[in-house]
T-cell receptor, first 111, second 114 residues
């Protein structure tokens, strides 16, 4: 069945360093790949997304890359700040709002 | 523009009872999806509604059901509650669904089954 694997499950970085989270999806038909950030007591918030006709997308300190051949996509956060600390989820879908989520990465940014 | 709202925010029930959760989408959004979030299973898709019709369904037993009203507001119902139904239930809305636009999530309803 459809599956999205996400690594690592936890990530600790020093403020100012970069953080990279990687996901692999199983359904080759998937064409939409959003990333969500979830803070304690809140619902997931979209931070960036990419569609399958694009290989890379950047928004200030956040970037996402997609390798359709390998069925991999990654989130890159540069110049991390303490407020980036949260749980990050990748997801994949194909022409529906049914998102298949990864298992999440807990990012801790230490001052 | 107001975000997705969910009521109630917290709920405590006992095994065997039933529960109804409510979701109000962002104004103008016609697609509403529901997800269950647990520490063990993560975020799992329950179902999606568009124009009062269920358009997509996840792998959950028939005890989980939902509906959507003409104003796009949605409710989900869980009957004969089990301990394993304890979870954060999240609602998300999008303009038209079908993966064409962003899904915005509400804060969730925390359900505890005793």
């Amino acid at each position: 069945g459809e599956n999205v694997e996400q690594h690592p499950s936890t990530l600790s970085v020093q403020e100012g360093d970069s953080a990279v989270i990687k996901c692999t999806y199983s359904d080759s038909a998937s064409n939409y790949f959003p990333w969500y950030k979830q803070e304690l007591g809140k619902g997931p918030q979209l931070i960036i997304d990419i569609r399958s006709n694009v290989g890379e997308k950047k928004d200030q300190r956040i970037a996402v890359t997609l390798n359709k051949t390998a069925k991999h996509f990654s989130l890159h956060i540069t110049e991390t700040q303490p407020e980036d600390s949260a749980v990050y989820f990748c997801a994949a879908s194909y022409n529906t709002d049914k998102l298949i989520f990864g298992t999440g990465t807990r990012l801790q940014v230490f001052p | 523009k107001a975000g997705v709202t969910q009521t109630p925010r917290y709920l405590i029930k006992t095994r065997g009872q039933q529960v109804t959760l409510s979701c109000s989408p962002i104004s103008g959004h016609r697609s509403v999806s529901w997800y269950q979030q647990t520490p063990g299973q993560g975020l799992q898709f329950l179902f999606e509604y568009f124009s009062e019709t269920q358009r997509n369904k996840g792998n959950f037993p028939g005890r989980f059901s939902g509906r959507q009203f003409s104003n796009s507001r949605s409710e989900m119902n869980v009957s004969t509650l089990e301990l394993g139904d304890s979870a954060l239930y999240l609602c998300a809305s999008s303009l038209l669904g079908q993966g064409t636009d962003t899904q915005y999530f509400g804060p969730g309803t925390r359900l505890t089954v005793l």
